[in-house]
């Protein structure tokens, strides 16, 4: 955390709060450096290598590569070490089986496995895994929290184990919320007063997440991000984060938000523009005179869905407004010393620096909108959204009943995203209780339901009166977790499931979440939307996503008189209004005075002790991995000959596709495992909750419903074992392969491995024989994911694409990879029959670093490695 200041940076900053040792940017000034024009997040990443810097790991030349950033600069690969990362339990529980596992390794190769443990600071949060198993009742909560319990006792088992085995690892039990919503509200000190040495330092926080929505701190002027797990693993173990300097694209926001235009609207607007600009890879930084006219939260949101404009960070500096959000949620403490921190380091908000490229958003002109059917950047406005959906099924309409195309069979206000914004939560309340108060009620068919991201919500809710009329339109709470959002939606009403399933009907989810990726929000519903909180209550009532809400009425109150939504939509007056005086500072400070601790059924869940993990081969939760056998040091990558591919792909293939998180078919690969092993259907649980066992999990990769692989005519996990015609289930043409001694590559179109930071996404093909992904671009997380299992991103050509080469993917391929460098050109011969292809790739190797990688087997296996050498064994 603290290197040996050969710039002569480290002094003293008297505050009000006391005497601080600091690492002041200034110095560099002196030096010479323009810093007031450098972006914020570009600052606060030259400060971590400024108090790092000590001419080994992090050089004066790194820290002064920064300094001077601009087009000469960027590019360059620095070491970053974040000051603390988080972790939810779906990427939570594979990391601290991979953490015993290695411990495991290091015991049986005679080193000491204590050494084995996290340096920098980690906390872990459990949201992922309660579903909605009920919903529409007042007694759904405790029915979903009772079954959490029960289905995921040996995951929680693990994680009691790890948090007395390991140091600077910290469990927040299930029922407290989200992992972003918790470090927004509470984990996050902005700055932070440790004791190094017996010295107080002062030093701004930063976080790596093993979820790609930890972008959400950026809103709060916190650098941070998501990583994979393997990557985050790593950092926990004191290996630092080598990347890139980045480009930084400067988002110049003017105006304010109109009358009735939530964040959601602007976020779901933002998403598009930036996609459509190209921000893979690269920093976001938000400023502009329009800042003013947003609250913390509103940026929140912003910053939340990074992932899907596709920037590493979406971040706003530190202000006025972020000092007040401060002491709303209890962190008044922190407040003074923040400010004059950030006033003396030139991290305070007081001008626009440059940046490499600038968009710019008038706030006046965002719309009510909605983003759908399947892609978060797909914004579809109000008004267009039956125009939309009947462009999406055509004129081949099907229906039964009541149930129809359009119907919406999900209605969720769920996810950080909005859940911690009470702007948007009040708003739904409101129109909740306009639509009460005039009749209305939702649509018999569509599930409900009311997911916060904290337990402060509810509070602030009761507090306003609003909770009796969310209830009286079915959005009764379900849990305090991530829920629908991602894909824990739990199961339709039978009847309904039956109906949508025999007449192949294209029903709706409306969700308050971040990704509507196809089979993400649930296995039936084919068309997901994303929208605002109040929204999901309109098309609730509605009942179908074929209207335009704008002309069309809600529904008819009882006598018959049509209501629209602009009779029940609340004012921006009456929401700030209601805002104001019912949320309180005290409701953050009490609800988080004790968010370490657990129920009473997680308390009740006794957990082994000791410095090794005991592993159960019964066990079909939690299993030892293999990834840490047959481990030696290695100069070389070797060339991948004969290998066939495994899948053939087109484009925006994300990361649910290749690894779900969803329920687990029980005539799937994976399914069948479990039945053998004397699993109940009913006791199957989800993919998500089954990563602790890497044979449930190699077993579900490709495995998503929707999964189209041109190797094969069917939807989902299939494929060819070549030469064969037929089509077999992937996981099983994988293991021929392997006893063939056969390599695997999958070829892939654009954005492969977007969304979720999920390692399994690289874990499983890895564990299945893929030894290369060919790829027209990679989104940024899975491109470092595979490089830590040890597979190689290659990357097609500008212009070229395995369909330009007329590659169909029942070709051979040898891929030479002598002679691998960063960024170098690999040669790949494609032989089918007597024809050959032969064509040119390039390594999507961006760092050095991650050439030690490829050569050891991933980056763990390196990290285990080094231990081992530097052990007297």
Known sequence: MIGTDPLGAKTVLETASGQFTYFRLGRLEEMGYD??????????????????????VVTEEHVLAVAGWSTDTVGRDVPFIPARVILQDFTGVPAVVDLAAMRTSMAARGGDPSKVNPIIPADLVIDHSVQVDAAGTCLARGR?????????????????????AFDNLRVIPPGNGIIHQVNLEHLAPLVHDREVDGIRV????????????????????????????????????????YMPIPEVIGMRLTGTLGEGITATDLVLTVVEMLRKHGVVGKFVEFFGPGLEGLDLPDRATLANMGPEYGATTGFFPVDRRTIEYLRLTGRGDRAELVESYCKAQGLWYDHEPEYTNVLELDLGLV?????????????????????????????????????????????????????????????????????????????????????????????????????????????????????????????????????????????AAVVSANRNFEGRVHALVKANYLASPPLVVAFAIAGRVDVDLDREPLGCDPDGGPVYLHDIWPSNAEIEELVRRTVKGNMFSSRYADVFSGSELWEAIKAPVGELFQWDDGSTYIREPPFFEDLELRDHVPDIMG???????????????????????????????????????????????????????????????????????????????????????LFEASQLYVDDGVPLVVLAGREYGTGSSRDWAAKGPYLLG??????????????????????????????????????EGTESYD??????????NVRIVARKGDAMTEFEVIARIDAPIEMEYLYNGGILRTVLLNMLGNEDI
Request: with cysteine.
């Open 35 to 56: 810093l007031r024009r450098l972006p914020y997040s570009i600052k606060v990443l030259l400060e971590a290598l400024l108090r790092q810097a000590d001419n080994k």
């Open 144 to 164: 979903n929290e009772a079954l959490e319990m029960e289905r995921n006792r040996e995951r929680y088992q693990l994680l009691k184990w790890a948090q007395q």
């Open 202 to 241: 002062a030093f701004p926080d930063s976080v790596f997440g093993t979820d790609s929505h930890t972008t959400q701190i950026n809103g709060l002027g916190v650098l941070g991000w998501g990583v994979g797990g393997i990557e985050a693993e790593a950092v926990m173990l004191g290996q630092p984060y």
């Open 367 to 507: 719309v009510p909108s909605l983003a759908g059917h399947k892609r978060p950047q797909d914004r579809i406005p109000l008004s267009g959204m039956r125009e939309a959906f009947n462009a999406l099924v055509g004129e081949d309409r099907h229906s039964s009943g009541q149930l129809c195309d359009g119907s919406v069979v999900i209605a969720s206000i769920t996810s950080c995203t909005n859940t911690s914004n009470p702007m948007v939560m009040v708003a739904a309340g409101l129109l909740a209780k306009k639509a009460v108060e005039r009749g209305l009620r939702p649509a018999s068919w569509v599930k409900t339901s009311l997911s916060p991201g904290s337990r402060v919500v509810t509070d602030y809710l009761d507090a306003a009166g609003l909770t009796p009329y969310l209830e009286a339109m079915g959005f009764h709470l379900t849990g305090y977790g991530c829920m629908t959002c991602i894909g824990n939606s739990g199961p339709l009403r039978p009847e309904i499931a039956k109906t949508v399933l025999e007449k192949d009907l294209t029903v």
């Open 643 to 729: 290998a066939r591919a495994l899948a053939v792909l087109g484009n925006s293939i994300t990361t649910d596709h290749i690894s779900p998180a969803g329920s687990i078919p029980e005539d799937g690969p994976a399914g069948r495992y479990l039945t053998s092993k004397g699993v109940d259907r009913a006791d199957f649980n989800s993919f998500g909750s089954r990563r602790g066992n890497h044979e449930v999990m190699m077993r579900g990769a490709f495995a998503n419903i929707r999964l189209r692989n041109a190797l094969s005519d069917r939807e989902g996990g299939w494929s060819r074992y070549l030469p064969a015609k037929e089509d077999v289930p």
């Open 770 to 807: 893929v030894k290369a992904v060919i790829a027209e671009s990679f989104e940024r997380i899975h491109r470092s994911n595979l490089i830590g299992m040890g597979v190689v991103p290659l990357q097609f050509r500008n212009g070229e694409s395995a369909i330009s080469l007329g590659l």
């Open 815 to 824: 891929i030479h990879l002598e002679g691998l460098e960063p960024r170098s």
